[in-house]
């Protein structure tokens, strides 16, 4: 059974990073075509999907966040991570990592995380 969990600071104030990291058990973040995701829910509006790692390493991003959106893995871990430069409190959001064996087809979901950009 695969499991993912969020983790990383609740409250972040604006202008700085916010940083969040994904650990995965039951799988691992080097298996074949397979994509690691992050998406983020701010509340009252739908999905928006951040950007993804892939199995290789590869990463891929949301052309309106790409300028301050950085992915990478801790394979030694089983850990992918989101750093979101610059933030605003449009950022407000819960966060969530997910896992993809097709792009923005997702089979499992940690549960999420609330993160608050405020002063």
């Known amino acids: 059974q695969v499991q993912l969990r969020e983790s990383g600071p609740g409250l972040v104030k604006p202008s700085q990073t916010l940083s969040l990291t994904c650990t995965i058990s039951?799988?691992?973040?080097?298996?074949?075509?397979?994509?690691w995701s992050w998406i983020r829910q701010p509340q009252g509006k739908g999905l928006e999907w951040i950007g993804a790692i892939g199995y290789d390493g590869s990463t891929y991003y949301d052309p309106s966040l790409k300028s301050r959106t950085s992915i990478s893995r801790d394979t030694s871990k089983n850990q992918f991570t989101l750093q979101l430069n610059a933030v605003t409190p449009e950022d407000t959001a819960v966060y969530y990592c997910?896992?993809?064996?097709?792009?923005?087809?997702?089979?499992?979901w940690g549960q999420g995380t609330q993160v608050t950009v405020s002063s």
């Open positions: 039951g799988g691992s973040v080097t298996t074949n075509d397979l994509f």
């Open positions: 997910a896992r993809a064996p097709r792009f923005y087809l997702y089979d499992y």
